[in-house]
Antibody
Framework: EVQLVESGGGLVQPGRSLKLSCVASGFTFNNYWMTWIRQAPGKGLEWVASITNTGGSTYYPDSVKGRFTISRDNAKSTLYLQMNSLRSEDTATYYC???????????WGQGVMVTVSS | DIQMTQSPASLSASLGETVTIECLASEDIYSNLAWYQQKPGKSPQLLIYYANSLNDGVPSRFSGSGSGTQYSLKINSLQSEDVSIYFCQQNYDSPYTFGAGTKLELK
């Protein structure tokens, strides 16, 4: 059974940093791209970052480029999201997803809440 | 960026009815479109990919169609467990954008 379990969320002040983790199980982690998607309270979904199966390439929207860094440790089947210079608009539930590229995000974690507030 | 416009924003339907949700892309996305279902308080789940391919385990009452800029999700014989928010998403070009969602309720 595929499982994605996120951790590392919480309350953080504007301008500070936070690092999310996602432990994957039930599939061969190093065969798949992975993606972070977020959802602000009561709002829609926003793509945050993607990484290739080897970790050799990463992709970001302009809203987080230069502030967020996606990475992975294939030996530990773990995905990360380092979030720096956090803003109030980064407040959201962050989902770790398995990315089948044109076949969509086929597995999602339970999500982890990040609240940016003073 | 490619804009994804979903309609309607909300709809109410009766058990057993057929409902259709539309998604319009601001440019041709060549069928690179997925549909997701998000039940209340839960994570989204993939229903359809590549416009019309049913994801594993998804009931056959769900179907997707469309091409170019216009796409739709059809739910036949509406069940109570289909009460959800439905999102479309284009994976043709970065940034990979989502529609704002359609909230489906029972009448």
């Amino acid at each position: 059974e595929v499982q994605l379990v996120e951790s590392g969320g919480g309350l953080v002040q504007p301008g500070r940093s936070l690092k999310l983790s996602c432990v994957a199980s039930g599939f061969t982690f190093n065969n798949y791209w992975m993606t972070w998607i977020r959802q602000a309270p009561g709002k829609g979904l926003e793509w945050v970052a993607s990484i290739t199966n080897t970790g050799g390439s990463t992709y970001y929207p302009d809203s987080v480029k230069g502030r967020f860094t996606i990475s992975r440790d294939n030996a530990k089947s773990t995905l990360y999201l380092q979030m720096n210079s956090l803003r109030s608009e980064d407040t959201a539930t962050y989902y770790c997803t398995r990315d089948r590229i044109i076949r969509g995000f086929d597995y999602w974690g339970q999500g982890v809440m990040v609240t940016v507030s003073s | 960026d490619i804009q994804m416009t979903q309609s309607p924003a909300s709809l109410s339907a009766s058990l057993g009815e057929t409902v259709t949700i539309e998604c319009l892309a601001s440019e041709d996305i060549y069928s690179n479109l997925a549909w997701y279902q998000q039940k209340p308080g839960k994570s989204p789940q993939l229903l359809i990919y590549y416009a019309n391919s049913l994801n594993d385990g998804v009931p056959s009452r769900f179907s997707g169609s469309g091409s170019g800029t216009q796409y739709s999700l059809k739910i036949n014989s509406l069940q109570s467990e289909d009460v959800s928010i439905y999102f479309c998403q284009q994976n043709y070009d970065s940034p990979y954008t989502f529609g704002a969602g359609t909230k489906l309720e029972l009448k």
